[in-house]
Structures are given as C-alpha cells and as structure tokens.
C-alpha cells in the first residue's frame, strides 16, 4: 500500500508515494539520495540516524515516513551554512570527535537537538532539580548524549567538542 | 621553509567531508542496484533436505534467487582457507551458500535478489527449507567434552593442536621455591563495527569488467578472492574501497559468502546488485573473539622472579576456520608481554563449537594472553605479599638486552624478537602519572567515607607491522598538487592525514597540496591489508620511501635546469631552490612537466617550463632506467614485526551494596615508537579503552545451549555509550623508535584494548580482596562473588 507525503528535507520540499512501511530513514536514504543519515541497527539502539524533525531530535529508522507527512527535516548535511560548518560541526573538528565518521552525523543531529532541548529547559535524568535551568556539565552532557553509540569510541573528544559548542 | 609535519597534532582533513554527511559508505553507492536478503540458518547444526523455492519468484519484484544448486564452478567449493598452518590438521571450511549441512545459526543458505530490500526480506521468508537437526555443540567445555562433534570427520573437535617451547618448563616450575596455578577464563565479544558488512558489484557488459566496492580491510585480497571465485583474469576486477563505518578486525576475512555472491550475481544479472547486512546479520554471521580457558602453572623465587611458566589454553574458534590458527598463535606468543621467563612452555587447541567463526579482533588473542600474564604476575605478588608493579619489575626484559629473542615463532613465522622498548621507564611513568605508590592513602581516605576502591595495573607488548609488505605511489602532478595512493584501506584511522603528513615533510611539499587514495585496486594493485596495526608502519613507510625516491628525481632534474649540483639545492613548499640564492628556483609542478619528454602546452606549468633545458641532447628522450613523470612507487618489506608496548593503570571503585562497578581513574603510558601524529594516536588509544571497558565489564555473547545467540541486538549486547567510558584517558607516551623501518614507528592501532580484562579484574580483586579469574564480569557476578567468599570465610572460621 502507498500513501503521498510531502516533506521539507534540508530546507528543500519534496512530494512523493512511498509503501507505508518505509521508515524515515529509508524514505531519507532511498527514495531522497540523502545518505546523510546512517543505518547502524534499524532498531533506535545507536543513534547514527538521528536527524532533527521539526526541530526535535528523532531516530529516523523508528518513525514511519508517513506519520511525517508536512514535517521539517535537518540532516546533518542541511547544519551547514552553505560553506560554513555549524559550530558543533566545527567543534566535532577541533576537538577530533570523530574516527570512522559513520556514527557522526547522527552525533552531530543529536547534539544540536539536545542543546536546543537544554535551551528550552529540558531536565534530564541527573538533573537535580527538574524546575531550574540546566547547568551543562559533564554528567548532563554524557546523560543527554547516551543514546549515540560510537563504536570507534570517541567519547572524550564528542563530549569535548560538545562543551565547547555550548559555550558559544 | 616548510613546518615540519610529522610529530605535530594536525588535524585530521577527512573529517569535515564527514561531518557534512558526505561519507560515501557502500551502502550509499549504486542506489539503482538491485538489493539482496540471505537466508540464513535457524539451527546451529542440522542437516539439510530439500529447499523449496518457487513460491519466491512468484513475488513481485524478486528478479532471482540462488541456492547452493544453482553454485558453478569455484563458487561450488569450500572458501579459501586464508592461512594454513602445519599445526591445522582439520581445517573446514563453509560454502557461499550451505551444502548439505549448517554449522551455525546465521549461516547462508539462500540468497535473494529484488527490487529493493523489502520485497528481498519478504520473498526470502518464503523460501522452506527441511532441516534434520542435530547435536549441537556450545562452549570450550561442550567442545572437550567432544560427545558431540561439530564435524563428524574432526575427532574430538580439535580444528589444530600445536605447541611450543623453550626448555623444560615443568621441570623448571618442580624447581622453582614457590609454585602456583590458575584457572582463568574470558568470553566471546565482536568487533560491532557500526556499519555492518555491505558488498555492492557492477558487471559491464561491454567491457566484460567487474566493479565492486565492498567495505573491507583488504581490497586486493577481496580482489583475488572475486576473481578466482567467478573465474575472471584479475585485470577485469577491481575492488574500491570506499568509506567504511570502522571494522576492527572482522572486515579482513575475505571473502565473506556476500562479497562473492554479490558479484555473482551482478554478472549473471547484469545489473548492479548490493548487500547490506543489518544488524542482526552481523550478530548471528559476522565474527566474534576472545572465548578461551587458560590454565597457567608458574614456578617462582622469593623476588616473584618467574623460573619456569607453562600454560596450556583452549581456544573456541567456533564453526570453521578460514582465518586459521592466527589468534591462539598471538595469545600463545604475546602472552609473554614485557616478561622473560627463562623456560615458558605453551600448549594450545582450537576447537570446533556450532557457534560463529572466530576471527581476529582488535587486539587479536593478546587480551587474552595478557590477562592469562598480568592475572599470574598478580597471584604472584598476593602470595609473597609484594607490591604488583615490583613483582613486575623483577621480571622485565631489561633496555639493554634488545632486541631480545623470546625464542618462539610469531604469528607471521619469524622468530619473536623485540626491537626496543623500555618498560622500567613505563611502570616508572605509569607509576608517577595514576600515583600508585600514594594509592594506599586514597584507599583509607575512601574507606573512611564507606567507599571501595581499588587499583589495578596492566602490561602488554604488542607485536605491530607485520610483513610481508605494502606499496606506495605518490605522483607530483603539474599543478604541483602530490596524488599518493596506498593499497591498504582505511576504516577511521585518519590514515589520509597521517600519510599527508609523512609526504609534506619526506617531499618537502605543503601538506595541504597532498592528497591520499587508500583501498583502490586501480591505483594500486599490489597491497596486504589494514590489520594488527600495520598500517602506519607499513604503508606510511612504503610512503616515505616513495617520496623519498620522487625527491631524488626533483632533485636531478632540477640541477640539470639550474645547472647547479643537487647538493646545492633544497626543497620546501613545493619548489625546488638554489641553497642561499632562493630566486633560482624551479617548483615541483614544474619539474613534472620537464620529467616528461612530451610536453603539450595545455596549462601554465607546461609554458612556463620551456624556459628550462633538461636531459642530455644526444640521448634518447627517456634513457635507460629512467621512466618518465615526476613519480614513484615503491614498496616497504620489513624483516619482521615492531613490537609496540604500553602499561595500563585504573582505579576503581565498587558499590559496597550493588556491586556496580566505577572507573575513578584510568592512566596509559603508551610506546609506539615515533608518533606521525598524537591526536591521531589518542584518539585510537582512547578507542581502545572504550571497547575494552566494554570487553572488561559489559559485553558477551550469550549462547544458549541450542547454539541460540540470545542477546543479538544493542539492546542486550551492550557496548559502552559515552555514559559507560571514562571520564577522562590520561595518557603519557614513551617514544622509543623501531630500527626496523625509516620513520622508528610501531603500530597504535590495537593497543588501547589489550590490557583491559587483566587491568580492571586485577583492580577489582584489589578492591574486593578475593580473585578474578573469570572476564567480563558484571556486577551481578561480583555480588554472586561476594557472597561466595562470604560463605567460605564463614567457613573457615
């Protein structure tokens, strides 16, 4: 069975039929050519497809294509201004938070959803007090960012690259 | 003058082109093939009847599909076995598609091919398949138990026997003034690369020519694998290796069943054709490691001097072995570590289970052989109630007796022979930099505060570069921008900032204007693999070599058109200069064009050159010996492997109620030689960690006794997030140069994981105050542990 969808995809609408089992991310992957987002497990277990619908941070091989139908969707690939990295982006570079690079855009998505969410109050699961501002550290950051694997283990440096992003 | 490169923190050029999502993974290539689905085996061992099929090709969208019927030729028999030894006396191995029999749960029995991957994965679910199940043979001692056989013409389930010595360690150990004996196990974990394994094949039909791009560590051995498999001259494959989503070991065997099927059926098809393992694939077809028993006896003096050292192992290689014997060879060999036992003697066997194959990863066999090592240094020091690090002490090999001689054969077949290191100089750093000689104050200001801590520490030597050899090609072009390719492929190593880095200062070029190819057959046919952290000392060696030749030709043809003597001149950024009167000068772009005797004007180096003459007039255009093209390619071959080293220390701490276990602390002083790049090595180093905190505390492979991986998904196998990794990787380098290649480097790829299980069981046994034989270990077990010893205690009083 398909259905017709329309999406905003890294600033650029497109309309098209898809089965209605195809996820986000092979929606994203197959029928767009935006291999931005990675398949690591199809499952939400590690992140690596993780891109920003309408703002918020998703795990894209979880959502069906079609529950998105009118949505805004930001790869890692539409965080740059044109030539310009986005500051997490160039944080990721001078703090050598990458390896392989194949968890990295989902890193990256992820990292710019969460500091929006801690812009906007969000507490996390080591917040001590779930009614104040959030005070970005090191817990909050290694909490926030928990559900990104990155099998070649660049944590320290993701975590790095994180802080640096935040004081911006 | 040009910075000099080599040594500095230089960031690495292939991230941004990441960072932009602009990774070229396989899976992001061909989106117009058509995809694949493999059935694969639901039983861990069972015969095969009839496989029905036709209910398939009914499927709309299904455009083929192969079982071990429709196999011709070489495709029919067994894959390769990779490395045969002597001491491999029952090697087996599987078909592309099964024959007759399955030996694991996972293993291929049916290929699909279809329009996309849904329609496959439907279609596949349609194929039946009569299985006659049989005994199924799970875990080393189901295996020595051997009243089930894996393969019924492998008596006992023992794939290889083999041992080696150098005395008479038993008698030895008799001798000795104290003895001991340990039990010590470790279980399976897997490399879990996050991009799975992915195979995508284009046939052209006009130039009868394959194009597959697979993500590998081996495009040449994929290349030869193809070729001979579907019988084609290897000129008409080539393999690219593009981007791959890490690999750590289990992408070098070659071929997977997909990596010849895929290009199978692309030619019969004559259409692009893809695979893309999911993740569960990978769980229950990829390979796994590190399952082994080790029983260690040890024969020392009142100094814990070891006298005599004899261990006997067993090794679960699971189904088949295409790999051969090379990770039980390495624990067998790099057990030793820093150490030299004047008698050690060693047995092991491999064993045949209805499991998965066991193939190296990261760290291949030495985890394991290190904590069989630092888990008896540890025992020695506990019974002559000695400090562990000076138990240690007493047994290092010495600065001054390298290259030392163990007196074994190595995995690649030479003798094991250190070249250099310094390991009084580690623990002393190591020492200093986690303060272990200060540690028991932290423990009774803990203890004050109800709080458990303890301190651990491992030493590892890790045999790095092995042989036989790899290439170089590096090319200067007229634009003066450097082309360097390399045959070996790239898995997140920053191998193209690294080898930049080697060819900007061995050239004399910016490092900018270098660009680096890896994996690619087409540039560079003749390549070994990206395996047991050789490929800086291989490939970076066989670049600088290469630069190295190039620059000598930018240096004659440059005398010869500034008529001075190649002494006279020098080379930085990229031109070539006259030494104290630098407006004489000629750039390398330049000089590749006067290095070719055709010279058609199409660009600007090409018109600027003709105010130079060079060659001898009367001589033919490109003389013996010469060739023309400001070019080289040359290969590096070293004797024998470099062996890298580094010493771990953690603290930790253990919940005296939950048994959960914290890193407080976590030192590494590390030796790799010359370092290219430290960020680049850092960062590796603190991979390693990570995946050895995983490999230490959290990771397995839970089989049950159906041969039923019970725990395939990231949900229930569980890999450090960056909530579960240390804090903070406080890492010292020691830098003791090879003499074995022209940069003093030793390989850094593996050697964060080696000592992990050894460090964190011997930190915990120092918290806890009973011993650790048994890793990973979850705090569950540390509670069942607890109250074990509680209970004994109880009854010895």
Known sequence: MEADLTWRVDGVEHTLAVDTRTTVLDALRDRLGNTSPKKGCDHGQCGACTVLVDGRRQLSCLGLAVAHDGSEITTAAGLVDGDELHPVQQAFVDHDGLQCGYCTPGQVCSAVGMLDEVKAGHPSAVSDDLEADVELDEDEIRERMSGNLCRCGAYSNIVAAIEEAARA | MTTKSFGQRVQRTEDERFLRGRGQYTDDLLPDALHVAVLRSPHAHARIGDIEVDAVLDVEGVVAVYTYEDLEGAMAEPLPLLIPHPALTHGRTQYALARDEVNYVGEAVAMVVATDRYVAEDAAARITVVYETLPVVVGIDAARDASRLVHDDVPGNVAARMEQSTGDAAAAIAKAPHRLELELDIERSACMPLEGRATAARWDTDTSRLTVWTSTQTSTGVRAAVASKLGLDLVQVDVITPDVGGGFGVKVVHPWPEEVLVPMAARLLGRPVKFTEDRREHFISSAHERAQHHHVEVGFDDDGRVEGLSVQFWHDNGAYTPYGLIVPIITSTQLLGPYKPPVYSVVFESLYTNTVIVTPYRGAGRPQGVFAMERTMDAIAAYLGKDRAAVRAVNFIQPDEFPYDQGLIFQDGKPLIYDSGDFPQSLDKIKALVGWDDFERVRDEARAEGRTVGIGLACYVEGTGVGPYEGGHVQVETTGKVKVSTGLTTQGQGHQTAFAQIVADELGVRFEDVEVVTGDTRRMPYAVGTYASRAAVMSGSAIALTARAVKAKALKLAAD?????????????????????????????????????????????????????????????????????????????????????????????????????????????????????????????????????????????????????????????????????PREIEVDHLETPSPLNPLGIKGAGEAGVIPSAALFASAIEDAEGFAITRMPISPSELYALRLEHATTEGADR
Do not use: W
Not at chain 2, 611 to 626: I, K, L
Not at chain 2, 646 to 661: F, K, L, N, R, S
Not at chain 2, 686 to 709: F, K, N, P, S, T
């Open chain 2, 561 to 725: 058109a500034l008529e001075v003597a190649e002494d006279d001149l020098e080379v930085a950024d990229g031109v070539v200069s006259v030494k104290g009167a630098p407006s004489s000068n000629v750039s390398l772009g330049t000089l590749a064009v006067l290095s070719n005797p055709l010279r058609y004007a199409f660009d600007e180096a090409s018109k600027s050159a003709t105010q130079f003459s060079v060659g001898d007039p009367d001589a033919v255009p490109v003389p013996e010996g010469e060739s023309p093209g400001l070019e080289s390619r040359d290969y590096f071959s070293p004797p024998r492997s470099t062996f890298a080293s580094g010493m771990h220390a953690v603290v930790v701490e253990t919940d005296p109620e939950t048994a959960e276990i914290s890193i407080l602390r976590y030192c590494v002083v590390h030796d790799c030689g010359r370092l290219i790049n430290p960020l680049i090595v850092e960062g590796q180093i603190h991979g390693g960690v990570a995946q050895g905190v995983g490999g230490a505390l959290y990771e397995r492979m839970a089989y049950d006794e159906h041969g039923q991986l019970q725990n395939a998904s990231f949900m229930d196998f569980l890999m450090p997030y960056v909530s579960e990794v």
